[in-house]
């Protein structure tokens, strides 16, 4: 995919938008000093190049599987990419992230039932070669958790195949 390029015109759009989604494109022209038009075809090449998308942030209270689990793993460094590949095709796992330190793999789900947790460590994260510890914690209190910066829904369904 080549290089994205995004002028200053499309930062200060995405940030009025990231401040409220529900801001009409007239507004958005007045205040960038363009035409309405220009706003809105901005907005479609955003949404087609999968840089912005617009959605309803509900809390965990909402979620069918409320509860949150990170998954620390340790993995080959040589294969660490082709590992994280692996663990976000899991059908449970909604987040996963390359890390620096000792655990270079962070995994997140949400869950109602701790089976669920148990299966996914050891038996489908664990057994992934090249793989070679993995450490469970669940999030017991929420004290702050900003869903603009990282919104956590269960895996949707995308042309009928599992995110």
Excluded: W
């Excluded at 529900?22 to 507004?27: D, E, H, T, W, Y």
């Excluded at 270079?104 to 510890?133: E, K, T, Y």
Aim: proline share 1%; glycine share 4%.
């Amino acid at each position: 995919m080549a290089s994205i390029q995004l002028d200053d015109l499309d930062l200060e759009l995405i940030k009025l938008l990231s401040r409220d989604a529900r801001v009409s494109n007239r507004k958005i022209a007045a205040l960038l000093g363009v035409t309405e038009g220009t706003v809105r075809g901005r907005i479609k090449r955003l949404q087609a190049d999968q840089l912005i998308a617009f959605t309803a942030i509900t809390s965990f209270d909402m979620a069918e599987n409320s509860r949150l689990a990170f998954f620390n793993i340790e993995a080959d460094v040589g294969n660490v990419r082709a590992i994280a590949q692996q663990i976000s095709e899991l059908q449970h796992i909604n987040a996963v992230m390359l890390m620096m330190g000792q655990f270079n793999i962070l995994a997140m789900c949400l869950f109602q039932d701790i089976d669920l947790v148990v299966d996914l460590a050891s038996d489908h994260i664990l057994p992934i070669a090249g793989v070679h510890n993995v450490e469970s914690s669940i999030a017991v209190r929420t004290f702050k958790y900003n869903a603009r910066m990282a919104k956590i829904t269960a895996p949707q369904l995308v042309n009928g195949c599992d995110d």
